[in-house]
């Protein structure tokens, strides 16, 4: 048995001014960008959230720009396999995570827990 949620939309941005893109994010959505922290990749960003919400991510990517989201997991090889099942497929495993594509083609990513609630509401599966 594992669990897993939505915990994040992820904004990839293929960007020369970074900063200037989460600055932007951030006054749109009214969400400040939290501060680096010590020895954090600065190419990550989160937005301060309400708690309620998935967290919002922004990530300096080499990419074009485009949205993907992120699930929470405290079983990463368990809920890839579970949605490999469901006709996803591995495209590449990142530190400890697994950058996946749906059959739909769009492209999502199985992490670990990120946000401090979890499991929370997650959903417990077989």
Known sequence: MHKSRLTAVVLDCQSDDFERDVQFWGEALGWPAA???DGQDPRYRDLKTPSEHPKLLLQQVDHPSRAHIDIETDDIEAEVSRLEA???KR???VKT????????GHRFCVVRPQRADFPGDSREWP
């Open 86 to 88: 469901l006709g996803a």
């Open 97 to 104: 995570w697994w950058v996946m594509e749906a059959p739909s």
């Open 35 to 37: 501060p680096l922290r």
């Open 91 to 93: 495209i590449a495993q």
